[in-house]
C-alpha cells in the first residue's frame, strides 16, 4: 500500500476522490487524484497541470511528496482508483466533508451504489449495518462479501427479531393499531428498530452522520429520519435518493460499472418487496392499477385459500395483559411464537389484504400484504378483550388506537404521545389475560371458544334465566330515564 504525502497550497485546499471531468488534476481550485492514472510516475509526470500550486516527485519507495507553505496532508492510496484520507487533515468530497457514515444496507442495486457515492461525495468512511428482522437467511448470505466489494470498510448486522417482536409488534397489537382499517403497519414497526439500532451502531463505531436508501416519495424516509432526530440529533442524515443524479435502475448500474460495483446478479423481481417477520408487502407493476387483480404468483407466504386444506384447523392462543405467550399451551418467545403462526396462517391463506392508502407524503398507493400471523394474533386478542374490558373503556381504546396506528404509521414512534397512549393500553389490558381458540379454514379465522381468569362475563347474570343479581323489573325504570330526552323531543316537535 503506497503513501502518498502533500503540502497544501492554501489551508482551504482539499483532495477529492473522483472529480466530475475524467483525467484532470485540478477542478474549481481543488486537487485530484483520477482513477484513470496507470501509475504513481504519471501522476507526478503531470504536476505541469497543477500550474505552480505544487510540486510532486517520487521515490523508489513510491512516496509522493507535494509541497508548498509547509503544510501536509497524510494520504493511504487503496488502490488505483480511489483515495481514503487519514490523518488530522480530512479530504473532502464533492458536497461535503464528513468522517463515518452508518448506511442501512441491504445488499441490493441501490444500496451497494450509495457506498461508492457516500466515498465521492462526502470523503467519508462508511460501514454499512444490516438488521436480521426476520426477512430470511437468504437476504443475508453474502453481505459482507458485497459490502466491502462496494468499498464499505466493514459490516455490521444484528439479530432484531426478538426485539422487533417484543418492543414493537406486541405493543401495537396489544393497543390494536390498525391504519386505515386495513393495514397492520409491518414495515411501519420495523423502521424505528433499524434506525434505532443504526444510532447505537453511530455511537459504537463513532460515526458522524447516517444515511439511508429511502426514496423521496415513501414514508420510510420519514420513520428513519424521526428516529434518528429523536435518539440523536447531532448525527448528520445523508439521502442519497435526494440528492444524486441516478434517477432508475439503467443509471444505478452505469453508476456500479463506472466505479467498479459488483452489481448484484439477482433477477430483479417486478414487484417491490419489504418482508419481515410480521409480514410481506407487495407494491408495483399491475399493482399499481387498483383495478388489477394480483396475480396469484406473487403470494410467498399464503397460499392460495381455494388449495388450502380442505379441514380446518384449531389453534389456541394464550394471552397474558394483552401479550401473546403461548400455542397451544406450550409457550415460546415472541418472535419464535411469531414466526410458528408465520407457518400456520400461511398454510391455510390466512392474512392476505389488498389495499389502497393514503402515504404520509400525500399521495395514494395500493400495495397487497401478507400477515399470516399476524391476522391470528390481532383476531385473538380482540376477542379476549370482549370478556375483559368494559364498554367504556373499550370504546376509549378504539378511539385512541387510530391515532396510535397513525403516530406509528408516521414514523413518531419515539413521539411523547406515542409512549403516553402506551401506557393507557398496558394499564388497560391488564386484565386481558386468557386463552382463545380460534379456527382456520380457507383463508377465515373464527373464534370457536375464549375463557379468561378475570372475565367480566357472568352466565348467570347473562341468562335468560331469573338471577339473583338482576331484576327484570328495574329495566322498566332505567328505560324510562334512558330514553327521557327522546320522549321529552318528541313531545316538543308534536305540540303536546
Avoid at 472529480?19 to 487524484?33: A, E, W
Avoid at 394471552?319 to 418467545?333: M, T, W, Y
Avoid at 368494559?390 to 370504546?395: L, V
Avoid at 347474570?461 to 328505560?479: N, P, T
Wanted: hydrophobic fraction near 35%.
Amino acid at each position: 500500500m503506497a503513501q502518498l504525502k502533500a503540502i497544501s497550497p492554501c489551508s482551504s485546499t482539499n483532495l477529492a476522490l473522483h472529480p466530475p471531468k475524467r483525467g484532470s488534476l485540478l477542478y474549481n481550485g481543488k486537487v485530484f487524484c483520477p482513477r484513470n492514472l496507470s501509475s504513481f510516475p504519471e501522476l507526478a509526470a503531470r504536476t505541469s497541470e497543477l500550474h505552480g500550486h505544487a510540486i510532486a516527485t517520487t521515490s523508489n519507495s513510491r512516496n509522493i511528496t507535494k509541497s508548498h507553505n509547509n503544510q501536509v496532508i497524510q494520504a493511504i492510496l487503496q488502490s488505483e482508483r480511489d483515495i481514503q484520507i487519514s490523518g488530522a487533515t480530512k479530504v473532502r468530497g464533492l458536497r461535503g466533508q464528513l468522517d463515518k457514515v452508518v448506511l442501512a444496507y441491504s445488499g441490493g442495486l441501490d444500496t451497494s451504489v450509495i457506498v461508492p457515492w457516500l466515498r465521492e461525495n462526502y470523503g467519508c468512511e462508511v460501514i454499512c449495518f444490516t438488521a436480521d428482522v426476520g426477512q430470511g437467511i437468504a437476504e443475508l448470505e453474502g453481505l459482507e462479501k458485497k459490502a466491502k466489494a462496494s468499498g464499505a470498510s466493514k459490516l455490521v448486522v444484528k439479530d432484531l427479531r426478538e426485539e422487533f417482536v417484543r418492543d414493537y409488534v406486541f405493543p401495537c397489537l396489544r393497543a390494536g393499531a390498525i391504519y386505515e382499517r386495513k393495514y397492520l403497519l409491518g414495515t411501519s414497526m420495523a423502521r424505528p428498530v433499524i434506525a434505532k439500532a443504526m444510532v447505537d451502531v453511530a455511537r459504537e463505531v463513532g460515526a458522524d452522520a447516517v444515511s439511508h436508501g429511502c426514496t423521496g416519495k415513501g414514508n420510510d424516509q420519514v420513520r428513519f429520519e424521526l428516529t434518528f432526530f429523536a435518539l440523536n440529533p447531532k448525527l448528520n442524515v445523508v439521502a442519497p435518493w435526494r440528492e444524486w443524479d441516478i434517477r432508475g435502475r439503467e443509471d444505478a448500474i452505469e453508476y456500479a460499472r463506472r466505479h467498479n460495483v459488483p452489481v448484484p446478479v439477482t433477477k430483479k423481481s417486478i414487484y417491490s418487496r419489504d418482508r419481515n417477520l410480521w409480514h410481506l408487502s407487495h407494491e408495483g407493476d399491475i399493482l399499481e392499477d387498483p383495478a388489477s387483480e394480483p396475480k396469484e404468483d406473487m403470494y410467498m407466504l399464503t397460499v392460495d385459500p381455494e388449495r388450502a386444506p380442505n379441514e380446518p384447523e384449531y389453534v389456541e392462543i394464550g394471552i397474558e395483559s394483552g401479550f401473546p405467550v403461548a400455542i397451544n399451551g406450550k409457550r415460546r418467545s415472541p418472535a419464535t411464537l411469531l414466526a410458528e403462526l408465520n407457518e400456520i396462517g400461511g398454510r391455510h391463506g390466512i392474512g392476505r389484504v389488498d389495499m389502497v392508502e393514503n402515504r404520509l407524503v400525500g399521495m395514494k398507493s395500493r400495495g397487497v400484504y401478507e400477515t399470516p400471523g399476524g391476522t391470528i394474533l390481532f383476531t385473538a386478542v380482540r376477542e379476549l378483550e370482549s370478556l375483559t374490558i368494559d364498554r367504556d373503556s373499550m370504546r376509549f381504546k378504539d378511539v385512541n388506537a387510530l391515532t396510535y396506528a397513525e403516530l406509528v404509521y408516521a414514523g413518531r414512534w419515539f413521539d411523547p404521545l406515542r409512549e403516553s397512549i402506551d401506557a393507557f393500553m398496558e394499564k388497560i389490558t391488564e386484565t386481558t389475560t386468557g386463552s382463545v381458540r380460534l379456527k382456520l379454514f380457507k383463508g377465515s379465522v373464527t373464534v370457536a371458544g375464549r375463557r379468561s381468569p378475570k372475565s367480566m362475563y357472568m352466565q348467570d347474570l347473562s341468562s335468560f334465566e331469573d338471577s339473583m343479581m338482576y331484576d327484570q323489573a328495574d329495566a322498566a325504570g332505567f328505560i324510562r330515564l334512558y330514553g327521557l330526552p327522546t320522549k321529552v323531543r318528541s313531545m316538543l316537535k308534536r305540540g303536546i
